[in-house]
T-cell receptor
């Protein structure tokens, strides 16, 4: 069964450093998403991406964040200068629009020290 | 804007007992509603969804949910809890671009 994969599973970085979180969505899906979950809080939408451009972004997704689909398979989330409050679990998802179902990856736990 | 509210952050049930997790939604358009489960250290797995077809929706692992427009609710039930049902459960609503808005989650513990 096809699945969404994410790397790394855990990333530790120092405040102010850049991080890139990587996702490989399911191959025939066209809509992609990033969500995050701060420890003990709800899962929050960050950004949606379709046809090589952002279709919607939340207030959280400020100028420090960017997304890219650099090739036909990867979908990346970059945080330019990490802050302590960026520590969270980041989930990638891709959408099967024929079923209206989003498939989530296992997440990347980002720890900013 | 769409949103969901999950009543009860923690539910404890005995093995074999009914599981009932409550979710109320707010939506300006006919909603699509979902329940996801998150096992420890894992991602989110879809349990079931409502997309304007049958109001009683059956999902995996004997879970089901009923869409009640008059009550703006989409409560999740399972007739008989199993130890493996211990997890966190999230209700979510989606908008026209399929973006999901999640509730705060309900942690289920199952007592032997």
């Amino acid at each position: 069964e096809p699945e969404v994969t994410q790397t790394p599973s855990h990333q530790v970085t120092q405040m102010g450093q850049e991080v890139i979180l990587r996702c490989v969505p399911i191959s025939n899906h066209l809509y992609f998403y990033w969500y995050r979950q701060i420890l003990g809080q709800k899962v929050e939408f960050l950004v949606s991406f379709y046809n090589n451009e952002i279709s919607e972004k939340s207030e959280i997704f400020d100028d420090q964040f960017s997304v890219e689909r650099p090739d036909g398979s990867n979908f990346t989330l970059k945080i330019r200068s990490t802050k302590l409050e960026d520590s969270a679990m980041y989930f990638c998802a891709s959408l099967d629009w024929t079923l209206d179902e989003q498939y989530f990856g296992p997440g990347t736990r980002l720890t900013v020290t | 804007a769409q949103s969901v509210t999950q009543l009860g952050s923690h539910v404890s049930v005995s093995e074999g007992a009914l599981v009932l997790l409550r979710c109320n939604y707010s939506s300006s358009v006919p909603p699509y509603l979902f329940w996801y489960v998150q096992y420890p250290n894992q991602g989110l797995q879809l349990l079931l969804k409502y997309t304007s077809a049958a109001t009683l929706v059956k999902g995996i692992n004997d879970f089901e949910a009923e869409f009640k427009k008059s009550e703006t609710s989409f409560h999740l039930t399972k007739p008989s809890a199993h130890m493996s049902d211990a997890a966190e459960y999230f209700c979510a609503v989606s908008s026209n671009d399929y973006k999901l808005s999640f509730g705060a989650g309900t942690t289920v513990t199952v007592r032997a």
